[in-house]
């Protein structure tokens, strides 16, 4: 039997078991297999992965593993380019743009809400959205680790939080994208960029109250949803606030 020593940083070790967070340990195996067969089998998804070092020197995700072999192991590094040691994919995703799991409803609709190109679909199959993720070089989110491990998918990312507004601060933390909040420019619903429209061409539309109070509108173009500055859009723009503090916080 040969035995590699292995060691995961940052937070893949939430993956891992208590016995084997943040400490180097032995892994036994047979063989020759890729160092991106042996991270996966011991819990933790390639798209969690940005750079691997086999005794000192960065390895892609086809390395065979050896006997005796030292390999360290970190997480993606999404807010700092390390382009010039990493080599596990050909190149970084750095137009952030994501596709979400039927169960992050609320978080694709917070993202969207924060200026965020995100697909979503409820009954979406995990067949099509690795596909979308391959295809669209997006950013899969989802909280199911099995997802993350399909060879399509290049790039994703493991939600850790339970609560919508903690995913936003999560995910806005992880991605880096304090700077690049556009808050209130995509529909909530079908995720296309809005436009602004004239009182006059929409009040068939609006509630006799919004007609009265309000004076600035935008309408999607896909399925003609009208947005305008009311309650709700207070309420949005606080869990947004709130995610925004609680990154900077966190920082």
């Known amino acids: 039997m040969r035995r590699a020593l292995f060691r995961f940083y940052a937070e893949l070790n939430d993956f891992l078991p208590p016995a084997r967070k943040g400490v180097p340990f032995?892994?036994?195996?047979?063989?020759?297999?890729?160092?991106?067969?042996?991270?996966?089998?011991?819990?933790?998804?390639?798209?969690?992965?940005?750079?691997?070092?086999?005794?000192?020197?960065a390895v892609d995700f086809g390395w065979g593993l050896r006997?005796?072999?030292?390999?360290?192991?970190?997480?993606?590094?999404?807010?700092?380019?390390?382009?010039?040691?990493?080599?596990?994919?050909?190149?970084?995703?750095?137009?952030?743009?994501?596709?979400?799991?039927?169960?992050?409803?609320?978080?694709?609709?917070?993202?969207?809400?924060?200026?965020?190109?995100?697909?979503w679909e409820r009954d979406a199959?995990?067949?099509?959205?690795?596909?979308?993720?391959?295809?669209?070089?997006?950013?899969?989110?989802t909280r199911d680790r099995g997802l993350l491990k399909r060879s399509a998918v290049s790039h994703g990312y493991c939600v850790r939080e339970a609560d919508p507004p903690r995913q936003l601060a999560e995910v806005i933390r992880r991605f880096d994208l304090g700077r690049a909040v556009a808050p209130f420019r995509r529909c909530l619903r079908c995720n296309a960029l809005l436009e602004p429209v004239r009182k006059e061409d929409?009040?068939?539309?609006?509630?006799?109250?919004?007609r009265e109070r309000y004076a600035v509108f935008r309408r999607c173009p896909e399925c003609g949803r009208v947005y305008w500055p009311g309650s709700h859009h207070?309420?949005?723009?606080?869990?947004?606030?709130?995610?925004?503090?609680?990154?900077?916080?966190?920082?």
């Open 67 to 119: 006997d005796g072999a030292r390999v360290s192991v970190y997480p993606v590094f999404e807010s700092l380019d390390v382009a010039s040691v990493t080599r596990v994919r050909a190149e970084p995703l750095r137009d952030t743009r994501f596709v979400a799991d039927g169960h992050l409803g609320r978080l694709a609709r917070y993202l969207r809400m924060a200026g965020f190109d995100v697909r």
């Open 234 to 251: 207070a309420r949005m723009e606080r869990i947004l606030e709130d995610a925004l503090r609680a990154t900077r916080a966190s920082g």
């Open 125 to 141: 199959k995990d067949d099509a959205l690795a596909r979308v993720a391959s295809e669209e070089r997006r950013i899969l989110l």
């Open 26 to 57: 032995v892994h036994a195996f047979e063989g020759t297999p890729s160092v991106k067969d042996v991270i996966e089998s011991l819990g933790v998804p390639h798209t969690e992965v940005d750079l691997v070092l086999a005794d000192g020197e």
């Open 202 to 210: 929409v009040q068939d539309l609006l509630p006799p109250r919004v």
